[in-house]
C-alpha cells in the first residue's frame, strides 16, 4: 500500500493542475447531481419491532386519518381573550392545507388568552420535502397574525425543520487558521490543509443531499458529517503537510518529499481514515432506520475527505514546493539526525522531547496520574440519563420551543407530549374499553383523559393521554410503561412522547452490541497493521476511557446543568438518546488518527533500532506537537458546532471537543507513551502463527524509505 501511495504521491506532485482538473471536475458532478436528483434531510421515526410503531400500524390499517404525521398551532393573546370566532375562521383555513385530515376543536386554556388546535395529517412526514410543510402552515396562520395575536407552531411537521446557520462552521474554521498559520509560519501552509477539506466536505456534502433524494437522512446528519469532515479534513492534510515539509527541511527534492510523505503519513492517514469508516457501520446495529442515515451520510465525508487528502494534498505541495517553509526554514540549513525521523523545526520538538523524556523517565506515576484523572471525569457517566431531542430543549427564539413554552404554562407540561392509545376493537368490547378509560384517569401520573375517537368502521378507536410531567421528565416513561401494561395485546401506546421512549430503550439495549463489535473490529485493524496484538488491545482500552471521559463531561454540562447556560440553554436537559452510540461510533475511529500517528513513528524507529525505550521518547519527539496542534484544530472546529441552536449537535460539539481534549492530552501525551515505556519489547510481541497470517501494511513506509528496515524479534 505505501508503494502505491509514494507512486500517487510523486504522480500528484509531478502533475499538480491534472490532478486539480480532476478535482474540480469531481466537484462540479457532484454539485450537479445533488441539484438534479438531491433531496431534503428529515426525519423518519418508523421503528421496527417496538410498541409505538404497532400502535402506528394500526392507526394506518384502520384510521389513516390519525395515521400520520401532526402539528399543532398556538394562539396567545396579550390583552385578553381569544375570540371563538377567530379561532373557528382559522380551523377552517386549517382543515384546507395539503394532507390535513382532522383538526381537533380548539381547547382554550382556563383564562381564555390560549387556544390550542391540533391538526392529524393522513400523510406521513416524509412525504413534505424541504420547508414546504411548515411554510403551508405559516400562511394559513398568517391572517391570525395579521389581527394581532401570538401564533406558535409545534408537532412533528414544525420540528421536522433543520436549517444550520453556518455560525458553527465558520468559528471552527477561523481558529483553525489562526493554529495553522502559527504552526507553520507560512500563509501557503496554512491554506493548504483548509483547501483540501473545503474540496473534500464540498463533495462530500453534495453526495449527502444526493442520497437525500433516495433514502431517508436525518435533519441534523448533515450537520454531524460536517462537523466530523471539516475536523478530520483539516487533521489529514495537516499531517501529510508537516511530513512534506520535514523530507524539504532534509534535502529532499519537491517531488521526492510529496511522495515520501504520502508514503508515510498518507498510509497513516488511510488506515485512520478506513478505521472511522468501519466504526461508523455500528450504527447499522442501533436498529432504527433513520439513525443509520447518521452512518451514511458520515461515511461520504470521511471517504471524500481522505481521498482528497492523498491525491490533492501532494498536488498542491507540488505546486507551493519549499513556499510551504517558513522564511526562515527556507533560508535554514537542513538538519538530519542520524538514524532518527527528521523532526520539524516549526513545531519546535526539543521541548516535546524534553517532555517525552520526563515521560519516559517516570512512566508508572504519570500512567496512575493520568488513568486517575480520566476515572474521575468518567464518573458521572454512571447516572446518565436519556432522551431524544424535543422543542422543550431548543433555543427559545425557536417557534416550536415558545409553543411548548405557552402550552407548558397555560395546559400542564404532559400537554406538550400526549400519549395516543390505539385500541383494537375487533378485541376489545365496550365494558373493557369503559375499564380501560377508568384506569387511566386512576393512574397517578395521569392528567388528562380524552374522549374516546372512533373510526368509522367501529374497530378501531383513539384516546389522547396526558401526563402530569413533561415528555423530558424521568417519570413520564414510567407513566407510559403502566398505561401499556394495562392493555390488551393488540392495543398500543403511540405518539411521539411513547416512540421517542421506544428508540431511548432501543439505543441503550443497542449500546453494549455497538461498542463490542466496534472495538473488535479496531482491534483487528491495529494488529494487522502494526502486527502487534498488546498495541491493538491496549489502544482499544484507551480509546475507550477517552470516551467515558467524554461522556461523563456531558452528562455533567447538560443533565446536571453545570454549563447549560453558558451553552444558551435555560435549564438543564437529559442527553440525547442520538448523542452516546453516535460519539462512539465516530470518536473511536477519530482517536485512531493521534494513535495511528504516534506509534507508526514509535514502531519505525523500533524497527530500525530495537531499543524500546528510546523508540517512545524520539517517536513522542517527533509526533507530540504536530498531535497537539492537530488536537487543537480538531477541538476548534467541534467547539463551533457546541454554539449551534441544535441541541444534538451541540451536545455533539461538547462531547467531540472533550474527548480530542482527553485524547491528545492525557491520553496521546502521558497514558500512551508511558504504558508503551513500562511494557518496553512486550509492545511489539506477536505469536508466530499470527505472524504468518496477516498481510503486511508497511505503515511505516519502509519500502520508500530506501534501506531495509529491521525485523523485529517475534517472541512466541
Known sequence: MSSLLHRVGAASATRPWRVIGVWVTLVLIAFGLAAGVGGSPQDNYTIPGVDAQAGTDLLTERFVEFSGADARIVVHSDTGKVPATELTTLSERLSKVAGVSAVAPPRVSADGDTALIDLSYSVPVTDFSGTEGIDALRAATEPTEDAGYQVELGGQIPENISAPSGVAEAIGIVVALIILVFAFGSIVAAGLPLAVAFVGVGIGSALITVMAGFT???????????????????????????????????????????????????????????????????????????????????????????????????????LAGHRVLSKRSRNATAVVVADAPRVSTTFKASKTERWATRVGEKPWPLAVAALLILLLLAAPVLQMRTWPQDSGSQPTSNTTRLAYDIVSDEFGPGANGPFIVAIDLDHTSDSELNALIATFKADPGVAQVSPVIRNAAGT???????????????????????????????????????????????????????????????????????????????????????????????????????????????????????????????????????????????????????????SVIKGLASTGRVITSAGAIMIAVFAGFAMDSDITVKMMGVGLATAVLVDVTIVRMVLVPATTSILGKANWWIPAWLDRVLPKFDIEGSDQAGEPARKEPINA
Open 460 to 614: 378501531a378507536a383513539i384516546v389522547r393521554v396526558e401526563a402530569k410531567t413533561g415528555p423530558q421528565d424521568a417519570a413520564t416513561p414510567e407513566t407510559l410503561t403502566r398505561l401499556r401494561s394495562a392493555l390488551p395485546e393488540t392495543s398500543h401506546v403511540t405518539g411521539l412522547t411513547a416512540i421517542f421512549s421506544d428508540i431511548s430503550n432501543r439505543l441503550a439495549d443497542r449500546l453494549w452490541l455497538v461498542i463490542a463489535v466496534v472495538v473488535a473490529l479496531a482491534v483487528i485493524l491495529m494488529t494487522a497493521v502494526f502486527r502487534a496484538p498488546v498495541v491493538a488491545l491496549k489502544a482499544a482500552a484507551m480509546n475507550l476511557l477517552s470516551v467515558a471521559a467524554a461522556y461523563g463531561v456531558m452528562v455533567a454540562v447538560f443533565q446536571w446543568g453545570w454549563g447549560a447556560e453558558l451553552l444558551g440553554l435555560p435549564h438543564e436537559v437529559p442527553v440525547s438518546s442520538w448523542v452516546p452510540i453516535l460519539m462512539f461510533t465516530i470518536l473511536f475511529g477519530l482517536s485512531m488518527d493521534y494513535e495511528v500517528f504516534l506509534l507508526s513513528r514509535v514502531r519505525e524507529l523500533w524497527l530500525k533500532t530495537g531499543d524500546a525505550h528510546t
Open 216 to 318: 431517508d437522512i436525518s435533519n441534523i446528519a448533515p450537520t454531524v458529517a460536517t462537523m466530523v469532515g471539516i475536523g478530520i479534513g483539516i487533521d489529514y492534510a495537516l499531517l501529510l503537510v508537516t511530513r512534506y515539509a520535514e523530507g524539504l527541511r532534509g534535502g529532499m527534492s519537491v517531488v521526492d518529499a510529496a511522495a515520501r510523505a504520502n508514503a508515510t503519513a498518507g498510509m497513516s492517514v488511510i488506515f485512520a481514515g478506513t478505521t472511522v469508516l468501519v466504526s461508523l457501520f455500528g450504527l447499522k446495529l442501533a436498529g432504527i432506520p433513520v439513525y443509520s442515515s447518521f452512518g451514511y451520510a458520515t461515511f461520504a465525508m470521511v471517504a471524500s475527505v481522505m481521498l482528497a487528502s492523498v491525491t490533492l494534498v501532494p498536488a498542491l505541495c507540488g
